[in-house]
């Protein structure tokens, strides 16, 4: 069962937990979501803001979820569950019912949806969105070693407006 927590009691590594053990990026709520394994993000303070970074590429699924959303779900495992979070990574909801088929069990709460299997989740509150451009990159080498394919990500900055972990 998840409690939610103040987030000031946290000393995870997130370095680990992002890098290293995956997290899921969900966007719905009961009658339709979508979620997507991320492995690239961050924590940090923005704007006087406790907040999380979070790229999703143009050619996902999930990004039309968190288009049409105000807030948006990183639920973290770990590394308990990296057989379903590669399964979510390389299979589009357009085409496959992840949860389904993961059987990961969703807990929907008025608009976002995370998943009961979750050791941590971090409710966010869309604050910010832009492209990634490669006009941006100073080290070029990054476009080509990235976005040779010109899959680019959107960056979304979210406000952590609440946190859950597992009691």
């Not at 987030?7 to 995956?22: A, Q, Y």
Request: net charge negative; glycine share 8%.
């Amino acid at each position: 069962m998840l409690e939610k927590i103040d987030i000031s009691t946290l000393n995870d590594n997130f370095f680990t937990r992002i890098g290293r053990e995956w997290m899921l990026v969900t966007a719905g709520n009961a009658t339709k979501c979508n979620t997507m394994t991320a492995s690239w993000g961050g924590i940090g303070v923005l704007w006087n803001k406790n907040v999380a970074f979070s790229f999703i590429r143009d050619s996902r699924y999930t990004l039309e979820f968190m288009d049409n959303s105000d807030y948006y779900t990183l639920s973290f495992f770990g590394g308990n569950m990296m057989k379903e979070l590669t399964f979510c990574g390389k299979n589009s909801g357009r085409e496959v019912d992840k949860i389904k088929e993961t059987g990961l069990i969703p807990v929907h709460d008025g608009n976002i949806t995370y998943f009961e299997q979750a050791e941590l989740v971090f409710v966010c509150k869309k604050l910010f969105k832009q492209p990634v451009s490669p006009d941006g990159f100073v080290d070029k080498t990054m476009t080509d070693k990235f976005y040779a394919d010109n899959d680019l990500h959107e960056l979304y900055v979210g406000e952590i407006a609440e946190v859950l972990k597992k009691a």
